[in-house]
């Protein structure tokens, strides 16, 4: 059926190119296989990896085969299935995160696997549920997994850093962290202050200001786990402001932060670096979507933009300066 439909999807050819790379095209939308689900989109998200993909910089790890159509956070209805799947049908509104190998969320449709799909409530939006999984995913990951902390409020109250607090992966890190008993203190520019402060953070630094760069506790914190959300601060920075076992919790590390790691591993400091590479799970996305639904996570949109104009999404996200995440909608 949907096999033989043909569907409008956003592409690129190769590396490089930005939003200008970006090309419209009429495609077949595919066919589930074993274990998946056909979407008919109804909101996509952008992340970084996404560009990066694109610009090449993700190229030793996620080498690419051209075309290609990008993105991976997907809202929408299931319209088919395939052979296996048991726990959705046709009609049945879900969030889904799809393969970053395979891509596909810049178009009418996609297919999702049934295991990283999760049904999507009447108070959840296709924004907001769009909106969640790479970001909201990465944020929970590093606070419950690499900073140990339980978002039920249970574990011991910590000192927490959140650098670019304002962003995708950022926003919902305060947000969580404040559910898990945490004292926030957060980084952003100084147009979004008052925004953050709003999401709970308990205090906020600018940036740009000279205790900002030095990402210096007003209350005289020291931090139990900072969660990177940045670039461009070197140890040197975090290393004074840590608790004697405080940890830095790297989203998008680079080479010298896998050097720092490595090098902190073999000296075996108290004070770690921590690499995250985020692992999709199914039941923490559906958790995300249930705190969302009972309204104790917001998905914050910064803008939202037609398939027709993917390019202005593209160029917003590249630009690295949003206040919680870009919408695609097709």
């Not at 009609?91 to 696997?113: C, M, N, P, Q, W």
Request: aromatic content about 6%; proline content about 7%; overall charge positive.
């Amino acid at each position: 059926m949907a096999g033989q439909k043909l569907m409008n999807a956003v592409r690129f050819d190769g590396y490089g190119g930005g939003a200008a790379g970006l090309k419209h095209v009429e495609v077949p939308a595919a066919s589930p296989c074993k274990g998946e689900v056909l979407l008919k989109l109804e909101a996509t998200s952008l992340n970084p990896v996404d560009w990066k993909i694109q610009k090449g910089m993700l190229r030793p790890i996620l080498p690419r085969k051209f075309p290609y159509i990008p993105c991976t956070d997907v809202a929408g209805e299931v319209v088919e299935v395939g052979a296996g799947v048991e726990n959705f049908k046709p009609g049945d509104k879900v969030v889904a995160i799809l393969s970053h190998a395979t891509g596909g969320g810049l178009a009418e449709f996609a297919v999702a696997k049934e295991s990283l799909t999760v049904p999507r409530p009447p108070e959840v939006s296709a924004a907001e549920g769009a909106a969640l999984p790479v970001a909201g995913l990465t944020a929970h990951q590093a606070l419950t997994q690499s900073a140990g902390i339980k978002l039920d409020g249970s574990s011991p109250r910590k000192n927490i850093l959140i650098t670019a607090a304002s962003g995708g992966v950022g926003h919902y890190a305060v947000q969580l962290a404040k559910l898990g008993n945490t004292h926030v203190t957060a980084t952003c520019g100084a147009r979004n202050m008052d925004f953050v402060k709003s999401l709970g953070a308990d205090e906020v630094l600018d940036y740009k200001t000279p205790e900002g760069a030095a990402l210096k506790s007003p209350s005289g914190q020291k931090y139990d786990a900072v969660i990177h959300c940045a670039v461009g601060f070197p140890w040197s920075t975090f290393e004074p402001n840590l608790s004697a076992n405080g940890k830095v919790i790297d989203i998008t590390p680079g080479p010298s932060a896998l050097l720092t790691f490595a090098f902190k591993k073999l000296t075996f400091s108290k004070k770690q670096l921590v690499p995250l590479l985020m692992i999709p799970k199914a039941e923490n996305l559906d958790y995300l979507v249930k705190l969302v639904k009972e309204g104790k996570l917001k998905s914050v949109i910064d803008s939202k933009h037609p398939l027709s104009k993917a390019e202005d999404a593209w160029s917003k996200s590249i630009d690295g300066h949003s206040t919680g995440k870009v919408i695609v909608e097709p």
